[in-house]
Structure formats: C-alpha cells, structure tokens
C-alpha cells in the first residue's frame, strides 16, 4: 500500500475508507469498486464488534456499514461510534432499501444511506462532500 503525505501535495490526498459487510464478496466488489474511483481502502471488518476495533485502529475518513450485521446492526455500530469522539462520518448500505428502516437512518445522524446496488464513488463523494 502506498503511504500518502497529506500535506504536501494535493494530487496525493485520498478519501480512505472502511468497509463493513458480512459478506466476504460484497466487501471484495466494494474495495476494488471504490479503489478504481480514486478512495483508498484501508480495512475491512465482518461484524459489529470488528468494525468498531478497525476504525479505533485505521481511523478512516468515512466508515462504509451495512445495517444488518451478525452481532449487532449497523444503527448499533454507529451508536457505539458516536459515543467516541472524534468518529468518522457513517454511510450506511444496505441491500434492503432506506424506506425499510422508516425513520431510523435519518434519526442515526448518520451522512446518509446508499443500496448496495447503487454503490459508486460518486455517490459516496455526494454524500460526504468530498470532490473527486
């Protein structure tokens, strides 16, 4: 993996990304989907209790996390998460759609919500507010 200087040169500087998914091809598709569109995937985590370990660990810029986890869901994780300070900004995915979790995904605070389906790197730049 590259190591990149954050203050040197701006051409050098990327989003780096931490990808919860229960499910060892989704999290594959995500990382080589989200590398060929400019993020730098620095972890992966299985479940609740290892996305929470690896983002203590990586501190990335954005934590990618599926809702429905084995241990506990992803509402849990960011729970969790926000009750650490500083905690990276949350896009929740899901292959469910957002309406299926009425209002909790809004009243998460988290930054938003992408179907798995719909995962592009510029939909998780819209959502964060970075350019590419």
Known sequence: MECLDRGRDDALVTTTV????????????????????GFTVVGEAENGASALAATRRLHPDVLLLDIQLPDMDGFEVARRLDARQ???????ISSREAADYGDRIEESGVKGFIPKGELSGAA?????GVSP
């Open 18 to 37: 931490v990808i919860v998914d229960d499910h060892a091809g989704f999290r594959a598709f995500a990382r080589a989907l989200l590398q060929m569109e």
């Open 86 to 92: 500083p905690a990276p900004p949350v896009v929740f």
């Open 124 to 128: 998780l730049r819209d959502l964060i």
